[in-house]
């Protein structure tokens, strides 16, 4: 699976504040950082499309956390994530700054991978629950076809 | 006219602090955690964030316990921790076709493909009180079928699509107006009313929708397809020049078809109606859709009826519960001095009366 900047920001954005925490602790990666932008929370205005197909609307904002922090070893790294947590932004900015370094395969594999997983899981648990809820039609035999 | 009057502070005080000890509530209870109110009132959870235009499932649990359930002092609450966030932008628009839906169900076609997904409904309970649930209720877990991978519903309009029979919903790059931003002025375009639509009162929004099935306005709905369910939020991040999944949202979806027999301006087609709602809100979707419906008259060269709902200044500016409820409570609050006045016009007026009798 190729993870680029864009997907891998996406999974640190949406992930779990709990399931995030635990497997950043889980790497005992310990890297030295300053922040340099302290996490800030504020709103993105959610659009929709009329129809679903057409001219965009406002439908309403989503609270989103934003932070930027950089290494000592040189390299920044930013988060945007889902909610307020101010603390799950900082550790989401490390992340990205730590998977553009020699780290990256330490934090694909142990925090992004099972990241994804989890979300595809969660996504399928609830497909799997819809499918039980779907109609099965049958028609009753008419009396004139008797 | 309101008067600045002093005094009170202490009543005032002492009010607030029977209320929070009445909110609280029995001591020999645990007091409600704001997980408890998310996972087990997720409808109104969801109600509160519609209504209070902001997603944030915690926000919205902390507001219904602030306000101790009353769903419109929670939505007040929310609306005004809204307005202290800094924007950080637009998202795109989100895709309904990728929508993972937990609920999908057409009242036109019976066998589309994908088929009718009840999900977790109370259509078709007997709405029977459940005394079960007095005592610890025995949890039902819920059925499961296997699948090898989560499929995408095709979108019901589009099967109409196909054939011209509806009309088409025109993709634009338009950037809509947004009235968080600049006040809400007349006439306003779909995208405008739509905005302030799924942010209305819910119990309104029923009403207004009601009344054009009644006859106030009737535009002849079918629900053409009605889904619940979790779609990504895609939003550019300007520093980085790239565009992130930011966020999953559940929303709520209702597209109706409506009959149509054509005008001067448009061909015999469908007409459609559209709500889309933060949360699992079905019965806002629905209303939103008709009351959507009957707002394009106008555009769709249809007659005006003068019928409530087709009034967008009455809908539009009736249909927010926070400046409703602004207003019409504020008549409680002390009006003295108006008062004052008209008691002396009255009493001049009965004596002028009983002057000239005499």
């Known amino acids: ?146 | 006219m309101y008067v600045a009057v002093k005094g009170g502070e202490k009543a005032i005080e002492n009010a607030h602090r029977w209320l929070s000890e009445k909110r609280r509530g029995n001591t020999d209870l645990k007091s409600i955690e704001l997980k408890q109110i998310s996972e087990q009132l997720f409808l109104s959870v969801s109600r509160v964030m519609a209504e209070g235009s902001l997603y944030d499932k915690e926000l919205a649990s902390l507001a219904i316990k602030q306000s101790s359930g009353d769903l419109i002092e929670a939505i007040f609450l929310l609306r005004a921790y809204r307005t202290t966030l800094p924007r950080f932008g637009y998202s795109k628009g989100i895709e309904t076709d990728n929508m993972i839906c937990s609920r999908r169900i057409s009242a036109t076609y019976k066998d589309l493909p994908g088929g009718q997904i009840l999900g977790p409904t109370y259509d078709y309970t007997h709405r029977l009180l459940d005394f079960k649930l007095i005592a610890e209720e025995e949890v039902h877990n819920s059925k499961e079928v296997e699948i090898d991978n989560i499929e995408k519903l095709s979108r019901v309009s589009e099967y109409l699509n196909k054939d011209d029979l509806i009309k088409r919903e025109n993709n634009t790059s338009k950037q809509p107006k947004d009235l968080t931003r600049e006040p809400l002025e007349l006439p306003a375009d779909r995208s405008l009313r739509l905005q302030s639509l799924t942010r209305s009162d819910e119990g309104f929004l029923l009403g207004m929708a009601y009344s054009t099935q009644r006859g106030y306005g009737r535009n002849h709905p079918f629900v053409g397809e009605l889904r619940i369910g979790i779609v990504d939020v895609f939003f550019e991040i300007s520093e980085l020049g790239i565009e992130i999944e930011i966020g999953e949202i559940e929303i709520t979806e209702c597209e109706t078809v409506n009959q149509f027999m054509g005008s001067k301006k448009e061909p015999p087609q469908f007409t459609r109606g559209y709500g889309l709602v933060f949360g699992q809100s079905e019965r806002k979707a629905i209303s939103m859709a008709l009351v959507d419906r009957a707002l394009q008259w106008k555009e769709l060269g249809e007659e005006n009826q003068n019928a409530p709902a087709q009034d967008e200044e009455f809908v539009l500016y009736h249909g927010d519960n926070i400046q409703a409820t602004g207003f019409v409570e504020h008549i409680k609050l002390p009006h003295y001095v108006d008062f004052q006045s008209e008691l002396e016009l009255i009493r001049k007026i009965r004596k002028d009366a009983q002057k000239s009798e005499k």
């Open chain 1, 1 to 146: 699976m190729k993870l680029d900047r864009s997907k891998w920001m996406s999974i640190l954005s949406k992930s779990s504040d709990k399931s995030l925490a635990n497997l950043f602790q889980s790497t005992e990666i310990y890297s030295d950082y300053k922040i340099l932008k302290k996490p800030e929370i504020g709103s993105v205005m959610v659009r929709g499309k009329i129809g679903g197909t057409g001219e965009l609307f406002n439908v309403g904002e989503v609270t989103i956390t934003r932070c930027s922090i950089l290494l000592n070893t040189g390299k920044m790294g930013f988060s945007y994530i889902q909610g307020r947590n101010k603390k799950k932004a900082i550790t989401a900015a490390i992340c990205d700054a730590l998977m553009q370094t020699h780290l990256s395969p330490q934090i694909r594999n142990k925090i992004l991978i099972p990241l994804i997983k989890e979300e595809e899981l969660r996504k399928k648990n609830i497909a799997k629950k819809a499918k039980a809820t779907k109609v099965d039609f049958f028609t009753l035999v008419r009396g004139d076809n008797l």
